[in-house]
C-alpha cells in the first residue's frame, strides 16, 4: 500500500539543525511531488517546502528565510528536509505529504497533498 | 501571499444535523482548494480537493462547493466521527497556505 514512512522524534539545542526524512513506498516515487508542513502546538498547519521528485526541483516558504533543504534520493525512494539554525519556535510535529504535480506558464506546481506521513516531533530546547 | 479565513473557529453540531464550514481565500485561487480533517495526535487526511472532489473512499455526507474566493465545506449528517478539526489550504499560489481550522464539536 502507499505509504510515507517518516524518522523518529529529535530533541535539538538552539542553534542545532535537524534532518528528517520520509521513505515512500507503494508508488513511483519520481512521478509525484513531496511537502514539507509543520504544525506547532495549537497552531495552524503551515507549509514548508516542496520538492518535484522527478526533476528535484524545488519550492521554499520565505517564512524560514533559507533555514530549509529539501532533498530526495531516488534510489532509496526517501525525502529529507533539513532545518538548521533551530529556535525555540521551531519546536511543532513535521509532517511530509505525498501530491501529483503537473506544469504550467509558471513553472512546476503540486496539487492537493493525498497521502500523509506520520509526523516527526521535534523540540527545540536548551 | 494568499491568507485563508476560516469561519466559524468552533462549531457545536448534534447527530444527524447538518454543519457548514466556510472558508475564504484572500485572492482568488479557482477551485484549487483542498480541505483536510484532522483528529487529535494524527496527521491531517484529505477530504475534498479541486474544491468539490471527494478524495478516495471518502463518505458522500462530504461535500465541497465555491470558486474564486468562498468556499463551504457541508457534512450533511453528522456523525460522532466527523469530530476534528477542518483545514482548508490554497495550492494556486506558492506559497501554499492553510486557514487556521474550525473545530467541529458534537453536541
Known amino acids: 500500500q502507499v505509504q510515507l514512512v517518516q524518522s523518529g522524534a529529535e530533541v535539538m539545542k538552539p542553534g542545532a539543525s535537524v534532518k528528517v526524512s520520509c521513505k515512500a513506498s507503494g508508488y513511483k516515487f519520481v512521478n509525484f511531488a513531496m511537502n514539507w508542513v509543520r504544525q506547532a502546538p495549537g497552531q495552524r498547519l503551515e507549509w514548508m517546502g516542496s520538492?518535484?521528485?522527478?526533476?528535484?526541483?524545488?519550492k521554499y516558504s520565505e517564512n524560514f528565510q533559507g533555514r530549509v533543504t529539501i532533498v530526495r534520493d531516488t534510489s532509496a525512494t526517501t525525502v529529507y528536509m533539513e532545518l538548521s539554525s533551530l529556535i525555540s519556535g521551531d519546536t511543532a510535529v513535521y509532517y511530509c505529504?505525498?501530491?501529483?504535480?503537473?506544469?504550467?506558464?509558471?513553472?512546476?506546481?503540486?496539487?492537493?497533498?493525498?497521502?500523509w506521513g506520520q509526523g516527526t516531533v521535534v523540540s527545540v530546547s536548551s | 501571499e494568499i491568507v485563508m479565513t476560516q469561519s466559524p473557529a468552533t462549531l457545536s453540531v448534534s447527530p444527524g444535523e447538518r454543519a457548514t464550514l466556510s472558508c475564504r481565500a484572500s485572492q482568488s485561487i479557482d477551485d484549487n482548494l483542498a480541505w483536510y480533517q484532522q483528529k487529535p495526535g494524527r496527521p491531517p487526511s484529505l477530504l475534498i480537493y479541486g474544491a468539490s472532489t471527494r478524495a478516495t473512499e471518502i463518505p458522500a455526507r462530504f461535500s465541497g462547493s465555491g470558486s474564486g474566493t468562498d468556499f463551504t465545506l457541508t457534512i450533511s449528517s453528522l456523525q460522532s466521527e466527523d469530530s476534528a478539526v477542518y483545514y482548508c489550504?490554497?495550492?494556486?499560489?506558492?506559497?501554499?497556505?492553510f486557514g487556521q481550522g474550525t473545530k467541529v464539536e458534537i453536541k
Open positions: 489550504q490554497q495550492y494556486n499560489n506558492w506559497p501554499r497556505t
Open positions: 520538492i518535484n521528485a522527478g526533476n528535484g526541483y524545488t
Open positions: 505529504a505525498r501530491s501529483k504535480f503537473y506544469y504550467d506558464r509558471n513553472g512546476w506546481q503540486s496539487d492537493a497533498y493525498d497521502i
